[in-house]
């Protein structure tokens, strides 16, 4: 059975998040200052958030403040570390991905098939190659981060995905969606 501990403060205000950089929020409702995506460095040293009105910051986790504000972009949903640390990906309403440097500088923007919806759940292959997003009307998408380049396109589920993860082998991807299904995709290189 997994067990709370109470190592961390318990408050709302961990790592400030708030109406401007440092400032805790009330708890009066989800909007407009709600987290939708947040993600550990492979080392443990940084967090990345986004919140609804549309920033995205990059976090010291030892001294607790922001050490790389994101350009605003569409409504924010998910975000990613790669495995090495050196990247952090961005969905948004939009249907773009964005890819970022350790940084903060962005690299590249992923925009194919933006009829499809929102892209929301991103996921980095173990090696960090590829890059695998899905959209609010079923499509998974696959990427090559280094050129930018759509490599597949795969329609299984016939709703919004919300979720998604790379297996350890680095040849399955498993998605869940808003039609109660748990998809396992197929991938070589």
Same mark, same amino acid.
């Given at each position: 059975?997994? !067990?709370?501990?109470? *190592? ?5 205000? +961990?790592?400030?998040? $708030? ?8 708890? *009066?409702?989800?909007? &407009?200052?709600? @987290? ?5 460095? &492979?080392?443990? !040293?940084? +967090?990345?958030?986004?919140? /609804? ?10 001294? !607790?403040?922001?050490?790389?504000? #994101?350009?605003?972009?569409?409504? &924010?949903? $998910?975000?990613? /570390?790669?495995?090495? =640390? ?17 940084? =903060?500088?962005?690299?590249? @923007?992923?925009? =194919?098939?933006?009829?499809? =919806?929102?892209?929301? &759940? ?19 998408? #696959? ?7 759509? #490599?597949?396109? +795969?329609?299984?589920?016939?709703? *919004? ?8 082998? *680095?040849? +399955? ?9 748990? !998809? ?6």
């Amino acid at each position: 059975m997994a !067990r709370f501990f109470s *190592g961390i403060p318990q408050t709302e205000k +961990i790592l400030g998040f $708030g109406r401007e950089p440092g400032q805790s929020v009330s708890s *009066g409702g989800r909007y &407009p200052y709600a @987290v939708w995506g947040v993600a550990w460095s &492979p080392d443990g !040293r940084h +967090i990345v958030s986004n919140r /609804y009105d549309k920033y995205t910051f990059m976090w010291d986790t030892q001294s !607790r403040k922001i050490i790389h504000q #994101l350009p605003p972009q569409d409504q &924010p949903n $998910g975000v990613a /570390y790669s495995p090495d =640390g050196q990247f952090v990906a961005t969905s948004n309403d939009a249907g773009t991905v964005q890819v970022w440097d350790a940084q =903060g500088k962005l690299v590249r @923007v992923l925009t =194919g098939h933006t009829d499809a =919806g929102w892209a929301y &759940p991103i996921m980095w292959s173990p090696d960090a190659s590829l890059l695998a997003t899905a959209r609010a009307y079923g499509l998974v998408q #696959l990427w090559e981060v280094q050129n930018g380049q759509e #490599l597949a396109t +795969i329609q299984g589920h016939n709703s *919004g995905i919300f979720t998604g993860s790379w297996s350890p082998s *680095g040849t +399955i991807i498993a998605t869940g969606s808003d039609d109660a299904t748990v !998809r396992l995709w197929g991938v070589t290189q």
